[in-house]
T-cell receptor
Framework: GAGVSQSPRYKVAKRGQDVALRCDPISGHVSLFWYQQALGQGPEFLTY????????KSGLPSDRFFAERPEGSVSTLKIQRTQQEDSAVYLC???????????FGSGTRLTVV | QQPVQSPQAVILREGEDAVINCSSS?????VHWYRQKHGEAPVFLMILLKGGEQKGHDKISASFNEKKQQSSLYLTASQLSYSGTYFCGTGINTGTASKLTFGTGTRLQVTL
């Protein structure tokens, strides 16, 4: 597609519920990143894929967070047993191997109540 | 550790210039600059790689001093559309598609 597409745009989850956030990157972009952005803060790194390989997951805050990109295109970020502190905007970005700059999606705003 | 940006916020009249600074405590390979408007995704402005280069993009340019681990973004003859929060993102890996650590952000407001 023309841009990075994320869904849903907004998600309200009850504490303890599992959620799945989807990212559809720009076609042909090898690299895919997940970032978490709290209100008024810069994005914080969660995890990075090159094609289907998850090369870095050092930013995932706990083992409740899991990400996958099984065919090297669409990626899903799953959060199990959501907690209030998980409330944030989750941004997905993709980049071609050579271009360098990220193209971000519009994000999913997760609110845990 | 998160790069520190200065100033935290700045208000300009249309046509005025501004400089936003980004300082890191780590050795850097690359610096990215992004602008984010309220409720929207960050938009890529430019990338600077190790080598002390300066880049220009319309009336927005940037420099990168890897020895000082600093980058500066220069906005000249500001326009209303420049309003938003600017973030630097620093990379320490050698690949072009490397994870970034984003700075604290600088809120810029341009008024008439």
């Amino acid at each position: 597609g023309a841009g990075v597409s994320q869904s849903p745009r907004y998600k309200v989850a009850k504490r303890g519920q599992d959620v799945a956030l989807r990212c559809d990157p720009i076609s042909g972009h090898v690299s895919l990143f997940w970032y978490q952005q709290a209100l008024g803060q810069g994005p914080e790194f969660l995890t990075y894929f090159q094609n289907e390989a998850q090369l870095d997951k050092s930013g995932l805050p706990s083992d409740r967070f899991f990400a996958e990109r099984p065919e090297g295109s669409v990626s899903t970020l799953k959060i199990q047993r959501t907690q209030q502190e998980d409330s944030a905007v989750y941004l997905c970005a993709s980049s071609s191997r050579w271009a360098g700059g990220y193209t971000f999606g519009s994000g999913t705003r997760l609110t845990v109540v | 550790q998160q790069p520190v940006q200065s100033p935290q916020a700045v208000i300009l009249r249309e046509g005025e210039d501004a400089v936003i600074n980004c300082s890191s405590s780590k050795a850097l390979y690359s610096v990215h600059w992004y602008r984010q408007k309220h409720g929207e995704a960050p938009v890529f402005l430019m990338i600077l790689l190790k080598g002390g280069e300066q880049k220009g993009h319309d009336k927005i340019s940037a420099s990168f001093n890897e020895k000082k681990q600093q980058s500066s973004l220069y906005l000249t003859a500001s326009q209303l559309s420049y309003s938003g929060t600017y973030f630097c993102g620093t990379g320490i890996n050698t690949g072009t598609a490397s994870k970034l650590t984003f700075g604290t952000g600088t809120r810029l407001q341009v008024t008439l």
